[in-house]
């Protein structure tokens, strides 16, 4: 008996392990398929003719079945699903936005996908009928940008965004007489080619060092630099005279974030700036709530989580345990949580074992000194 049990699991870890071995052996036969740093290219890339040739795989283009939510008078946002990016969404899991200036639209983050950006823009020329010349990017998660290259190639956009995309990522390269496609990013992995299909990374082309205001075709933004929070570079987008918050992924409902390159401080600081702000909606990277309570979970969230973990390092509670310790129950039923909380916790461990009260910024001294100067 114990021995065909053994038998059996020795079976069993042979299967498991076969895609590895055959892995190994793989021979590559189109060795121009590897990208210059040695991934296996998804697409085929032709550099010179790059429009003429698909970019990929058959079939007709996904349906993304996209419809506008109008938030303000001038905001109109696509939800996307509360789950990570897989085949079955084709990505659609992020939230990104559009705003109508007098003579354009503005696009505040452009999803996954180029597919996914011609389908978006589709939709609010029936709105009105203006190109999108300014994209504007919260943080260099690729759920959030890869529409990019539509709005440059079509629509001649600029990308305004964090510098953190053009240090990360790399787009299509000509080095050494060869020609590389650019980086296969995980959504690019991720995703049936007749979603990726026409997907080419377009980086930054515009960054600023801090928070900035600008005007855009009549509509008076202010983009607010929060840093390193949910990932090492976040922004939002705040838009005083609709009193609208673009918030990104420093702020989500309905699911539990994901802390995995963020800072439980940063996120702290990012929601107190928000909160210093005056606004009636609130639009998160991931969640369907807008109103003002949008980003109550968010900061229930890293309240607890930052209070807990502090709470039973003090205890002497070692990283190994931290996460049977603080478990974050009142989010069991959200979800991702299974996916995401206990990594989460774990992850903010070892960042506030050097928490430091000072590291805390106090926006709402900030707010006084504004309405100050507003008086004078
Ligand atoms: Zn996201």
């Known amino acids: 008996m114990k021995k065909s049990i053994i038998g059996l699991l020795l079976i069993g870890a042979f299967a498991v392990s076969m895609p590895f071995i055959f892995n190994k052996s793989i021979d590559v036969k189109e060795p121009h398929k590897l990208d210059i740093d040695g991934n296996f290219i998804m697409y085929d890339w032709h550099y010179d003719d790059f429009k003429d040739e698909a970019r990929v795989g058959a079939g007709t283009d996904w349906d993304y079945n996209l419809k506008p939510v109008q938030i303000s008078e001038r905001v109109w946002c696509y939800f996307g699903g509360m789950e990570m990016p897989t085949k079955e969404n084709a990505g659609n899991m992020s939230n990104s936005c559009y705003i109508k200036g007098d003579t354009q639209w503005i696009t505040w983050d452009t999803g996954p996908s180029y597919i996914f950006a011609k389908q978006a823009y589709a939709e609010m020329q029936k709105i009105a009928d203006m190109p999108v010349k300014t994209v504007i990017i919260s943080h260099e998660h690729d759920d959030h940008w890869l529409g990019n290259n539509y709005y440059t190639e079509v629509h ?163 990283a190994d345990f931290i996460t049977k310790e603080v478990t974050l129950n009142e989010f069991r039923n959200m979800d991702l949580y299974y996916v995401l909380s206990p990594q989460n916790v774990f992850r903010s461990y070892e960042e506030l074992e050097m928490f430091d009260e000072d590291d805390l910024i106090d926006y709402s001294d900030e707010k006084e000194d504004d309405d100050d100067e507003d008086e004078d």
């Open 156 to 318: 001649k956009a600029k990308v305004v965004g964090p510098a953190s995309v053009n240090e990360n990522y790399y787009g299509p390269r000509h080095v050494e007489g060869k020609d590389y496609p650019g980086m296969q990013t995980r959504m690019i992995r991720a995703l049936y080619q007749n979603a990726t299909r026409d997907t080419v990374l377009a980086l930054t082309d515009e960054a600023f060092e801090d928070t900035t205001e600008f005007e855009i075709s009549g509509v008076k933004l202010e983009y607010v630099k929060v840093g390193y929070a949910h990932s090492e570079e976040d922004w939002y987008l705040y838009l005083p005279d609709d009193k609208v918050i673009l918030a990104a992924d420093v702020v989500m409902n309905g699911r539990v974030t994901s802390n995995r390159d963020g800072l439980v401080v940063g996120q702290i600081n990012a929601l107190n700036s928000i909160k210093s702000r005056e606004w009636n909606h609130l639009v998160p990277g991931h969640g369907f709530v807008t109103d003002k309570t949008a980003a109550d979970e968010t900061v229930h969230y890293f309240d607890i989580l930052k209070d807990r973990v502090i709470e039973k390092m003090e205890d002497g509670v070692i």
